[in-house]
C-alpha cells in the first residue's frame, strides 16, 4: 500500500504564499529517491494538471503559469517533497496533489488551496 499525504493547503489573499508538503509513505517508501516527483492541482470545474515536477537529483520543470513564483523541493531521506508557492493569484485556486510524474500511484487526498482577490 502506498500512502500520499498533502498538507499545508488554506486560504490565502492574492500575494500571499503558502508552502505544501507530500509525505510518501508505503512500499513506495524504499523507492521515493529514484522517481521523479510532480505536483498538480485541479481547479474548480477543470482537469487535474501538472505545476512542476523533481527528478531524483533535483532537476525541476515547472507549468509556465507558476513558473518564477513556486519552487518546488525533496528531501528523499525524509520521503518528502515540497511546493513553496510565493505571489499567489485567485487562478491558482485548486486542490493540490503530488504524485510520481507522470502519475501512476493512488492518489491522496490533497490539499486546498484558496486564494482571495
Known amino acids: 500500500q502506498v500512502q500520499l499525504v498533502e498538507s499545508g493547503g488554506g486560504l490565502v489573499q492574492a500575494g500571499g504564499s503558502l508552502r505544501l508538503s507530500c509525505v510518501v509513505s508505503g512500499t513506495f517508501f524504499s523507492f521515493f529517491g529514484i522517481n521523479t516527483m510532480g505536483w498538480y492541482r485541479q481547479p474548480p470545474g477543470n482537469q487535474r494538471e501538472l505545476v512542476a515536477n523533481i527528478t531524483s537529483i533535483g532537476t525541476t520543470i515547472y507549468a509556465d503559469s507558476v513558473k518564477g513564483r513556486f519552487t518546488v523541493s525533496r528531501d528523499n531521506a525524509e520521503n518528502t517533497m515540497y511546493l513553496q508557492m510565493n505571489s499567489l493569484k485567485p487562478e491558482d485556486t485548486a486542490v493540490y496533489y503530488c504524485?510520481?510524474?507522470?502519475?501512476?500511484?493512488?492518489w491522496g487526498q490533497g490539499t486546498q488551496v484558496t486564494v482571495s482577490s
Open positions: 504524485n510520481r510524474s507522470p502519475p501512476t500511484l493512488p
